[in-house]
């Protein structure tokens, strides 16, 4: 277990590159304000937020080398699978092992997290290519799950567990 600590301590020191190198417009700035005012937690580091929210479109459309939200999509969800086995683990003592898995995996379903998605309205600061918006992709649930997923890894990364 020692270089899973290793590589855990790793991870959490690479810092990311930066999300765009143009910046945002004073919309695109205002939304992700008044999404960690609805989420209740400020970043520390603003482009990890930036990052969790930019879906790959923005950076094909805008021919930008830099990130988009899939690998914070990746650890989001590992990040979430852990935390709701945890609060299973302990909401619910006498349960087995089949049963908690079957409980995460009701929780951590798509639908769930676009039902979350949706009331946190993380749909109106996801930074995308206009042909995107247009289709209104901000509002698919398969966006809104990936955002939401993207913004947990973000927020752990920023806080760590403590968030």
């Not at 919309?27 to 990890?48: C, M, P």
């Not at 079957?102 to 039902?115: D, H, I, S, T, Y």
Request: aromatic share 4%.
């Amino acid at each position: 277990m020692n270089w899973v600590r290793k590589l855990a301590s790793k991870l959490r020191a690479e810092e990311p590159t930066p999300a765009q190198s143009k910046p945002l417009t004073k919309r695109e700035s205002a939304a992700l304000r008044k999404l960690e005012k609805r989420i209740g937690y400020q970043f520390r580091d603003k482009e990890l937020l930036e990052i969790a929210l930019t879906h790959p479109s923005r950076l094909e459309e805008k021919k930008i080398v830099g990130k988009d939200n899939q690998r914070l999509e990746f650890l989001g969800d590992a990040v979430l699978g852990m935390i709701l086995a945890e609060r299973l683990f302990k909401l619910f003592p006498d349960e087995d092992e089949g049963k908690l898995t079957q409980a995460r995996a009701v929780l951590a379903r798509g639908e769930q997290l676009c039902k979350l998605g949706r009331k946190l309205q993380i749909q109106q600061a996801i930074l995308m290519n206009r042909g995107e918006i247009r289709s209104k992709g901000n509002e698919r649930d398969s966006t809104l799950e990936d955002a939401l997923e993207s913004l947990v890894g973000a927020i752990y990364l920023d806080a760590g567990m403590r968030a």
